[in-house]
């Protein structure tokens, strides 16, 4: 079978991970900034593990300091994205980074990129829907200033809210603030948690932050009693597997629990995460997938319908896409 033609629904996408290394040159040489040490020989992203990947991430970021730098970025992911068979995305965007947490500059951010969504929407047939993530390590106070950013334009678009960064940076139950004033707004929840921490941070994320689905989750696998909650809950988890090999939580595809937790209930989706920084795409994410687990269209299928279902977008949008 070929996963060229397949089309794909992504849920977990970064939208300043996904930057391809030559966009974030050409800005730092349009705005002078050195940042020629974050890039290896091949011109590639260039880091040693997770925690020196959040800093290289945030230097490249340091080079998008506009509304439009960000409608120039969106646009290039969603091209990249829609030529890997992708139809519809979800992406984190970052209010930090977009103005300081700043509501009004932030405003002008997302209007930005959804301009540049709605041409690829016309362009490439791709939809993209924004999820407002905060970030763990910079702390809960600036976590309630992007809470506050995310719940002021919460809408059709702006659909979601969640947490990145370093999982091993406070606990999850010091961002409840944040998390309840997002769903107040009615925005729906995810956070990143069984990454880097175990199956009780995926526990938190579902039992203190209401959470409905979880970025990651793969360590759930380190205790069954909750797998099967999360089957049986109908928790969703949004599964890199690309990016959990390159970063070193597992050794190889073939040791990845992505397969596992499906066989034993759990709905699973397939993302990239940051793709150029862990040289991927759904495109490579789903071939992998066919020749480490054999899976085949039939599971492809299964997973693009979970994918759908667990979309933050609403039910007119879904259907368009179906
Ligand atoms: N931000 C970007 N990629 C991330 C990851 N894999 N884990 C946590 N935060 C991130
Ligand atoms: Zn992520």
Not at 34 to 43: P, Q
Not at 285 to 304: A, K, P, R, S, Y
């Amino acid at each position: 079978m070929s996963v060229t033609t397949l089309p794909k629904v992504e849920l977990h996408l970064h939208i300043e991970g996904a930057a391809p290394p030559s966009f974030i040159r050409g800005l730092a040489a349009e705005k002078k900034i050195d940042i020629s040490g974050i890039f290896n020989e091949r011109g590639e992203y260039k880091y040693t593990d997770f925690w020196h990947f959040l800093e290289i991430y945030e230097a490249a970021t340091s080079t998008l300091q506009s509304p439009e730098d960000f409608r120039r970025l969106t646009r290039a992911v969603l091209a990249e994205s829609a030529a890997s068979g992708v139809v519809y995305t979800e992406a984190f965007l970052s209010p930090d980074f977009c103005g300081g947490r700043d509501v009004g500059a932030w405003r002008e951010y997302l209007a930005a990129m959804i301009e540049a969504a709605d041409e690829a929407e016309r362009q490439d047939g791709i939809t993209m829907r924004g999820i407002v993530t905060c970030i763990r390590h910079f702390g809960p106070e600036k976590a309630k200033e992007t809470a506050i950013c995310a719940a002021e334009t919460a809408g059709d678009w702006l659909t979601g809210f969640g947490i990145g960064g370093d999982e091993r940076a406070g606990e999850l139950s010091d961002f409840s603030w944040a998390f309840d004033c997002a769903r107040e707004a009615g925005l729906r929840l995810t956070a990143h948690a069984g990454e880097w921490t175990g199956p009780e941070s995926v526990r938190e994320a579902v039992d203190v932050l209401h959470c409905e689905r979880i970025g990651h989750g793969v360590r759930a696998i380190e205790d069954l009693a909750l797998v099967d909650r999360l089957a049986e809950d109908g928790i969703v988890l949004e599964v890199c597997p690309g990016s959990n090999v390159v970063l070193g939580v597992y050794p190889d595809w073939r040791s990845h629990p992505i397969e596992k937790l499906r066989a034993r209930g759990v709905k699973v989706t397939v993302s990239t995460d940051d793709p150029p920084f862990f040289h991927t795409s759904m495109e490579r994410e789903f071939q992998m997938l066919h020749d480490t687990f054999d899976w085949d269209e039939g599971v492809f299928d299964e997973i693009t319908r979970t994918s759908l279902d667990a979309a933050f977008c609403d039910g007119e949008t879904r259907s368009r896409i179906e």
